[in-house]
T-cell receptor
Framework: QKEVEQNSGPLSVPEGAIASLNCTYS??????FFWYRQYSGKSPELIMF????GDKEDGRFTAQLNKASQYVSLLIRDSQPSDSATYLC??????????FGTGTSLTVIP | DTGVSQDPRHKITKRGQNVTFRCDPI?????LYWYRQTLGQGPEFLTY????????KSRLLSDRFSAERPKGSFSTLEIQRTEQGDSAMYLC?????????????FGSGTRLTVV
């Protein structure tokens, strides 16, 4: 069983819509959760982290965490073509390394 | 110091050759990580250092792979007797603090192609 699972997509949304990205993880003891954005051929870029159950908002991005369901999500409001990228969910393991999902490819259609 | 630097950006090598990559972390970051990423996959953990000590190595890190971080500053990752399966993007990341709780900062990566 993979540590972190994401729907690989591709996910397509029209410009201005809300994009919803989902992630589940297997280690119930995980405490820290991260979303990275990765443009094609580039390295991952941290966009949000969340530790507590509930929602955390940062500009157009909202991360949601439900530890009981072992579920993390990322909402992108007012999606822009520049948001088109692969979004990686990462969970911190007990050894302080991150376990990454395979990523969800998002395309925002103008 | 504006970020994590990796060198070279690209490396093409023949199967069986040895290669070495370098990573310079953000200067105040005491933790340094190496990851490997293949097409369509997320980054996979290889190893990490706290200062000069290598604290954890993945089972992915076979005997052909070795990493060092002398003096707790830059790090090198060496692959001996390269195989075609080693072709990947090798990512270095650094973080401040004992838990990496604020996430990593990744370098631009070294893309290795073994022919």
């Amino acid at each position: 069983q993979k540590e972190v699972e994401q729907n690989s997509g591709p996910l397509s949304v029209p410009e201005g819509a809300i994009a919803s990205l989902n992630c589940t993880y297997s280690d119930r003891g995980s405490q820290s959760f991260f979303w990275y954005r990765q443009y094609s051929g580039k390295s991952p870029e941290l966009i949000m982290f969340i530790y507590s159950n509930g929602d955390k908002e940062d500009g157009r991005f909202t991360a949601q965490l439900n530890k009981a369901s072992q579920y993390v999500s990322l909402l992108i409001r007012d999606s822009q073509p520049s948001d088109s990228a692969t979004y990686l969910c990462a969970v911190m393991g007990t050894g302080n390394q991150f376990y990454f999902g395979t990523g969800t490819s998002l395309t925002v259609i103008p | 110091d504006t970020g994590v630097s990796q060198d070279p950006r690209h490396k093409i090598t023949k199967r069986g050759q040895n290669v070495t990559f370098r990573c310079d972390p953000i200067s105040e970051h005491n933790r340094l990580y190496w990851y490997r990423q293949t097409l369509g996959q997320g980054p996979e953990f290889l190893t990490y250092f706290q200062n000069e000590a290598q604290l954890e190595k993945s089972r992915l890190l076979s005997d052909r792979f070795s990493a060092e971080r002398p003096k707790g500053s830059f790090s090198t990752l060496e692959i001996q007797r390269t195989e075609q399966g080693d072709s990947a993007m090798y990512l270095c990341a650094s973080s401040l603090g004992g838990t990496g709780a604020y996430g990593y900062t990744f370098g631009s990566g070294t893309r290795l192609t073994v022919v």
